[in-house]
């Protein structure tokens, strides 16, 4: 049985139909429940709903063997597991972002709220630039505009949420997309179940 960490939500939806594609199906997960764990024991597969921030943290530990998770959040924290495949959808980017007739003031540290303060450190630690991080949980984008910071580092899929706030991104970070992760010895104990998948999701990626 290969357990498997699915992102609630948008990305999970998506990655749940990859694998039904590649005969990992379970439809019972469609259904509208607040059920939280699926099986299909014939497909030899289960499924646990988890928020998508703490897919690799399942995975670490080992609640699950594999899961999906974006790039972003892997680059965030620091996980002990492997990342597999790049599946090339549930992309977007990280940005800074601000008021679009924002101007910089190079003689003070500059205000960053963001869900991601280690990105954020890193980035602008490799710019020697000096900044104070403000760490907000959601809607980002009301930090500058309510002039609690100066700019924000969050993800930009759309554009809209920026647009619709008189935001504009000043400078991509970095390309974000969902990634294939593994338990480190999940992938030893389950070499075959876990290459079998990871051959077949390749194989889905356009
Ligand atoms: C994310 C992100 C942006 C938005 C970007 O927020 O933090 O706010 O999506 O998407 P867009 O470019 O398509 O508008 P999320 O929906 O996860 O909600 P949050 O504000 O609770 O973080």
Redesign the pocket.
């Known amino acids: 049985m290969l357990n498997i960490a699915l992102p609630k939500g948008r990305l999970g939806s998506k990655v749940y139909k990859m694998l039904e594609s590649i005969g990992y199906e379970c439809p019972e997960i469609l259904e509208d429940s607040r059920k939280l764990i699926f099986e299909n024991s014939e497909a030899g597969v289960k499924y646990f709903l988890v928020k998508p921030s703490d897919v690799a943290i399942y995975v670490e530990y080992g609640a699950a063997d594999i899961g999906v998770v974006g790039k972003d959040i892997l680059d965030e924290g620091d996980f002990d597991i492997y990342e597999l495949a790049n599946l090339g959808f549930g992309t ?1 980017r990280m940005a800074i972002a601000a008021k679009n007739e924002f101007r910089e003031d190079f003689d003070r540290p500059l205000k960053v709220a963001t ?1 991601y303060p280690n990105i954020a450190k890193n980035y602008y630690n490799s710019k020697n630039r000096e900044i104070e991080i403000i760490k907000l ?5 009301l930090a500058p505009v309510l002039g609690l910071s100066d700019v924000i580092v ?11 706030n008189g935001l504009s991104v000043f400078e991509e970070i970095l390309p974000i997309s969902a990634r294939l992760i593994a338990n480190k010895s999940a992938f030893k104990f389950k070499e075959e179940e876990i290459t079998k998948i990871v051959e077949a999701v390749k194989g889905q990626i356009k």
């Open positions: 977007c869900k949980n959601g809607s980002i984008e969050d993800i930009v899929e759309t554009g809209t949420t920026l647009k619709e």
